[in-house]
């Protein structure tokens, strides 16, 4: 699959192209992550000060949602060709990570979309010569645990793995592995607050984000995350098998 075939698969998926999140939820996403809403904070350092036009624009820009102002309601856009941009320099900082055989942390806030792709990308890795991280499974996080499972790093809750935009399961998770002299992973592959938080502490980190999820494309523009791939990271996860396909291919993990 090329990169014409990709986008336009990605945008009849609604991975990309016109996708479930309405504006009006985009919007109040941007206004929350300017107030601080701790659930869209993601636990990025903010190393200026944005303004909720800045974040509109960027997201504009990065993403591709509508740069009409006047829009409030309805559908709004993720563009393919960004999100395939996007894919190809994840892909590449990915092998890399493979040639190098860095010491690689792969965590999702998102498992009932992206476990799959998180999975799929571990194993590869694995096999071509990243070392995957491994958690001492059970540490307690709120009402619940950090589980691992096929090399992918979450937060469990009462028999469900959760849905979760906050950094304090990643911020734990580091704690845990520095405890246990293992020091930081060379890098993260994340999403939600798992990946907001590893940036902001430094770690390379390359992830997911949909289009209300603005704190990892701020974090990518002030220069902490290294790549922010712009999707619908809650479709039926066999829908991102091609997109799978198309990463380690480029990453040349296939």
Not at 145 to 173: A, C, F, K, N
Not at 182 to 200: N, Q, T
Not at 235 to 240: A, F, K, N, T
Request: net charge negative; with cysteine.
């Amino acid at each position: 699959m090329n990169k014409a075939q990709l986008a336009e698969y990605l945008d009849s998926a609604r991975i990309t192209g016109e996708v479930a999140t309405p504006r009006e939820n985009n919007l109040d996403h941007f206004q929350g992550f300017i107030d601080g809403v701790d659930t869209l904070a993601f636990g990025v350092d903010w190393k200026r000060d944005w303004t909720y036009d800045e974040v509109f624009d960027l997201m504009h820009e990065k993403v591709g949602t509508s740069a009409d102002r006047s829009l409030h309601s309805g559908q709004d856009t993720i563009s393919s060709a960004l999100c395939v941009a996007a894919l190809e320099r994840f892909a590449d900082r990915l092998g890399l990570a493979a040639t190098r055989g860095e010491h690689v942390l792969f965590a999702t806030g998102h498992p009932g979309g992206l476990l799959p792709v998180h999975a799929a990308l571990a194993a590869a890795l694995g096999e071509a010569g990243g070392k995957i991280v491994r958690i001492d499974e059970g540490f307690r996080f709120g009402d619940g645990d950090i589980r691992q499972i096929s090399g992918v790093v979450m937060w469990h809750q009462h028999g469900h793995l959760m849905h979760t935009h906050l950094p304090g399961p990643m911020d734990l998770t580091l704690a845990r592995l520095a405890a246990g002299g293992e020091g930081a992973p060379d890098l993260v592959v994340a999403d939600h607050g798992w990946a907001g938080f590893a940036a902001s502490a430094g770690i390379d980190t390359i992830g997911f984000a949909d289009c209300n999820d603005p704190g990892l494309f701020v974090s990518e523009a002030q220069g902490d995350m290294d790549v922010a791939v712009p999707l619908d990271d809650n479709v039926s996860p066999g829908l991102y098998d091609p997109m799978v396909d198309y990463l380690l291919d480029r990453a040349g993990l296939s």
